[in-house]
């Protein structure tokens, strides 16, 4: 028994010493991007992404600490760090589930707040305020780095802004020197980008979600692995 305890004790604590790491390098990370002016202007970070780097600290603060408790209970043989440690674990599993189904449930609800966005953002295309002027700038290095124009129906997204050159080159100008036709046309006498930015959008969200989809899969793995282990070592210890 006190081997197969010994042996169960050091591999939780290897378990949670990589999950403290983990942690440390999330908390880290998020932290970096949230003070940093320079890190900011270098991944194109603005303020309406605070958020989602707000919640990576908060990830990355509870991660850190299960992992501490984690290890200290491991090593320590404590029956009262070893239950926290499968308490926080096991609430943490519990919301990634609830996450999964609600997701799954109000799938169409995603969709049709995407479609908003995408209308929303058609709009600024059109428009002549300081605000759109400033979003049909941004968004015409992102026609040209993803070879595609307007959001929903193409050139006609931008209205009369269409025949306006923006930063230099014309409106979805396509600039490839022997374009194909299944990514550049004829419209209104100049070849453009033929693709509604809005559909590599959409790819870009999808083939995503399979990677997020794949991460929550293997972490849920990994998360149980910790709750056996930890359980089964609490067991052992009550049980001396």
Same mark, same amino acid.
């Not at 953002?121 to 941004?138: F, I, N, P």
């Not at 790819?203 to 998360?223: C, M, P, R, S």
């Given at each position: 028994?006190?081997?197969?305890?010994?042996?169960?004790?050091?591999?939780?604590?290897?378990? %949670?010493?990589?999950?403290? $790491?983990?942690?440390?390098?999330? !908390?880290?990370?998020?932290?970096?991007?949230?003070?940093?002016? +320079?890190?900011?202007?270098?991944? %194109?970070? +603005? #303020?309406? @992404?605070?958020?989602?780097? +707000?919640?990576?600290?908060?990830? *990355? #603060?509870?991660? @850190?600490?299960?992992?501490?408790? *984690?290890?200290?209970?491991?090593?320590?043989?404590?029956?009262?760090?070893?239950?926290?440690?499968?308490?926080?674990?096991?609430?943490?599993?519990?919301?990634?589930?609830?996450? *999964?189904?609600?997701?799954?449930?109000?799938?169409?609800?995603?969709?049709?707040?995407?479609?908003?966005?995408?209308?929303?953002?058609?709009? !600024?295309?059109?428009?002549?305020?300081?605000?759109?002027? =400033?979003?049909?700038?941004?968004?015409?290095?992102?026609?040209? =780095?993803?070879?595609?124009?307007?959001? !929903?129906?193409?050139?006609? +997204?931008?209205?009369? %802004?269409? %025949?306006?050159?923006?930063?230099?080159?014309?409106?979805?100008?396509? =600039?490839?020197?022997?374009?194909?036709?299944?990514?550049?046309?004829?419209?209104?006498?100049?070849?453009?980008?033929?693709?509604?930015?809005? =559909?590599?959008?959409?790819?870009?969200?999808?083939?995503?979600?399979?990677?997020?989809? *794949?991460?929550?899969?293997? !972490?849920? $793995?990994?998360?149980?692995?910790?709750?056996?282990?930890? @359980? #089964?070592?609490?067991?052992?210890?009550?049980?001396?």
């Amino acid at each position: 028994m006190a081997g197969v305890s010994k042996c169960m004790k050091y591999s939780l604590f290897i378990f %949670n010493f990589l999950f403290w $790491v983990c942690g440390c390098v999330i !908390l880290g990370v998020s932290i970096w991007i949230r003070v940093s002016k +320079d890190a900011q202007e270098g991944l %194109n970070i +603005d #303020s309406s @992404m605070f958020a989602s780097v +707000d919640l990576l600290i908060a990830v *990355g #603060s509870i991660i @850190m600490v299960l992992g501490f408790l *984690g290890c200290c209970g491991a090593i320590k043989e404590s029956p009262c760090m070893l239950l926290l440690f499968f308490i926080g674990l096991l609430l943490i599993l519990i919301l990634q589930i609830i996450g *999964g189904i609600l997701g799954a449930v109000y799938r169409s609800q995603v969709d049709e707040s995407i479609n908003l966005i995408l209308k929303t953002s058609t709009d !600024l295309l059109k428009g002549s305020t300081e605000r759109a002027k =400033e979003y049909q700038e941004q968004f015409q290095k992102f026609q040209r =780095e993803y070879q595609c124009c307007g959001l !929903l129906n193409g050139p006609e +997204d931008w209205g009369k %802004n269409f %025949n306006t050159p923006l930063g230099g080159t014309e409106i979805c100008e396509c =600039e490839l020197k022997n374009p194909s036709s299944d990514i550049c046309t004829s419209y209104q006498g100049r070849y453009i980008y033929k693709t509604p930015c809005g =559909e590599v959008l959409i790819k870009y969200i999808k083939d995503h979600l399979l990677i997020i989809t *794949g991460i929550a899969f293997g !972490l849920a $793995v990994i998360e149980i692995l910790g709750l056996a282990f930890s @359980m #089964s070592l609490y067991c052992q210890i009550k049980k001396k």
